[in-house]
C-alpha cells in the first residue's frame, strides 16, 4: 500500500484547525485525523492487508478509531456493508466525516458505543466478518499515557482481550470469521482466548521489523465454530 500523502489543500473548507487529512491511493481516498491523540499506524494497514471478505458479505470493526480499516477496506474488497463501533466521541466523530467526505455512507456506517454492549444492538450472527486492532496492553501494565485517547487505544482500559473475543463470537454466525492484528509477545494470550470463544485460529502470519529481527505482530485469522487445522503463513519482513 501506498505512503499516505498529506492532503489538506484538497477539502480545506472539511478541515478544523486540529485535523489532518492523509491521502490513500492516488488521492481517491482521505481520511481525517486528530493532530494530537490517538492517530493510526502501520498495523492497522497490515490487517487490512491480511483480510479477506466476499463481495456479499458483511464486516463490523471494533475499535475503529477514525475509521481506516473500514475505509481502506471499502476501495480493497467489494464487501457489501461496514460497521465501525468506537466509544470515543472525538475518534468517532472523524471517523464520520471522512465517512462522509470520501461519499461512502451507503457502505460505511460509524456507531459510538462500547462494544461490550453491542448485544443491545445486533441480533447474535449480525455479521460475516469482525475485524479489530485491538488495545494491545493490559489494563495497570506499562506506563499508561497522559492522553486519554491514547490510553484507551492502546490499553484495555474499556475491555478485556476475553471481553473482545466474547462479543466477536456473539456477532458471528457458524463459520463466521474474525481477523486480529496483535503483539507477537502475547500470541499465547491470544490463541487461548479465542479457542476459549470458540474461535478457531485457521491461518496466521507474523510480523517482523526487519531480516532477523523477532516478530513484533501477529496477523490472525479465526473461524467460529471450526475444525482445528492452523496454515502458518510465511514471515511478514516490513520494507525498509
Not at 49 to 69: H, N, P, W, Y
Not at 155 to 184: M, Q, W
Not at 193 to 218: C, D, T
Amino acid at each position: 500500500m501506498e505512503t499516505p500523502r498529506m492532503a489538506e489543500d484538497e477539502a480545506p473548507f472539511f478541515l478544523s484547525p486540529d485535523e489532518t487529512l492523509d491521502s490513500f491511493f492516488n488521492g481517491k481516498l482521505k481520511i481525517l485525523q486528530k493532530k494530537e491523540g490517538y492517530r493510526f499506524s502501520i498495523d492497522a494497514v497490515l490487517l487490512g492487508q491480511f483480510v479477506k471478505i466476499r463481495r456479499s458479505e458483511k464486516a463490523i470493526d471494533l475499535g475503529t478509531g477514525c475509521g481506516i480499516l473500514p475505509l481502506l477496506l471499502s476501495q480493497t474488497t467489494k464487501a457489501c456493508s461496514f460497521v465501525g463501533v468506537e466509544i470515543q466521541k472525538s475518534l468517532a466523530d472523524v471517523a464520520v466525516k471522512s465517512v462522509i467526505l470520501n461519499c461512502l455512507e451507503d457502505r460505511i456506517s460509524i456507531l459510538r458505543q462500547d462494544f461490550r454492549k453491542l448485544k443491545t444492538s445486533f441480533p447474535p450472527g449480525s455479521f460475516d466478518v469482525v475485524l479489530s486492532n485491538p488495545p494491545y496492553r493490559k489494563y495497570r501494565t506499562g506506563r499508561i499515557n497522559p492522553s486519554p485517547q491514547k490510553a484507551i487505544a492502546r490499553h484495555e482500559i474499556k475491555g478485556t482481550l476475553n471481553d473482545l473475543v466474547s462479543i466477536a463470537s456473539y456477532l458471528l454466525p457458524h463459520k463466521g470469521r474474525c481477523y486480529f492484528i496483535f503483539p507477537a509477545s502475547r500470541t499465547v494470550d491470544l490463541l487461548v482466548a479465542l479457542r476459549k470463544g470458540n474461535l478457531e485460529p485457521k491461518r496466521f502470519q507474523f510480523v517482523h521489523p526487519r531480516v532477523g529481527e523477532s516478530a513484533k505482530f501477529l496477523l490472525v485469522e479465526s473461524v467460529k465454530s471450526s475444525g482445528a487445522e492452523l496454515n502458518i503463513m510465511p514471515p511478514l519482513i516490513l520494507p525498509p
